[in-house]
């Protein structure tokens, strides 16, 4: 079950097998960064980033704020602020984790990743207007990957599919597909057949309606104006 992912390891687990197969140490040390790593994450989105460390493609639709792996360091340290109550340790705690996320894109072969983004994300105000054209830049420049499209839906679409609540898609070779769904009240992480059929339709009639990725960065361009003057 450990193998599998469907239960936890705990250190003298990790440590006798460390013993066992003769690994000298790594094993153990390796189970504590990861431990570490997952203590900084809620309980309920550990699953969802161990989903992304495996997924050759993933695809995901915002309608309100950018993706946390697109994300820069401002912008997401301004949007862990916001939580009523938290300290600031614990928003640096959280952002380090949402930063350790976005490795997987820095990888030699990095997942596939489609994003769609409605047009009010890109004025919406986050932080400062010095955040909000820190975050545009960074989307062009995300843009530019090979294996990066950043699409927008235009407000003038009229697609109400969407408004519900973000998601996201996951695929792998050696994974069953996922889809990661959110709400105002709660998240989840599923991989119902029936569940993720429809989560993916959602995305497929969202992205028809989207912008080319050309037209998109056109748009974002733009919008990077207002968070200049």
Do not use: C
């Not at 203590?39 to 460390?53: A, G, K, N, S, Y």
């Not at 996320?101 to 990743?113: F, N, T």
């Amino acid at each position: 079950m450990i193998e599998r992912g469907e239960r936890a390891a705990k250190e003298e687990f990790a440590s006798k097998v460390d013993e066992v197969l003769n690994a000298g140490g790594a094993l153990l040390s390796a189970w504590r960064k990861a431990n570490e790593q997952a203590t900084r994450l809620p309980t309920w989105f550990r699953r969802w980033v161990e989903i992304e460390q495996s997924a050759d493609s993933l695809r995901t639709w915002q309608p309100l704020i950018v993706p946390g792996l697109l994300q820069t360091a401002d912008y997401a340290r301004a949007l862990l602020s916001g939580k009523p109550g938290v300290t600031h340790d614990r928003v640096e705690t959280s952002l380090a984790a949402r930063i350790d996320r976005q490795h997987i894109l820095d990888r030699e072969d990095p997942p596939m990743l489609w994003v769609v983004l409605d047009e009010g994300v890109l004025t919406r105000p986050v932080g400062n207007k010095a955040v909000m054209a820190g975050q545009m830049d960074h989307l062009l420049a995300m843009a530019e990957r090979p294996r990066v499209t950043v699409q927008v839906l235009p407000r003038d679409s009229w697609n109400t599919t969407g408004l519900m609540g973000a998601f996201a898609i996951a695929r792998g070779r050696n994974m069953p597909e996922m889809a990661y769904a959110e709400s105002s009240v709660y998240a989840q992480v599923t991989g119902d057949p029936d569940e993720v059929v429809e989560i993916t339709a959602r995305y497929e009639t969202i992205h028809g309606e989207a912008q080319t990725q050309r037209a998109s960065s056109d748009l974002i361009r733009e919008t990077r104006k207002q968070w200049t003057t």
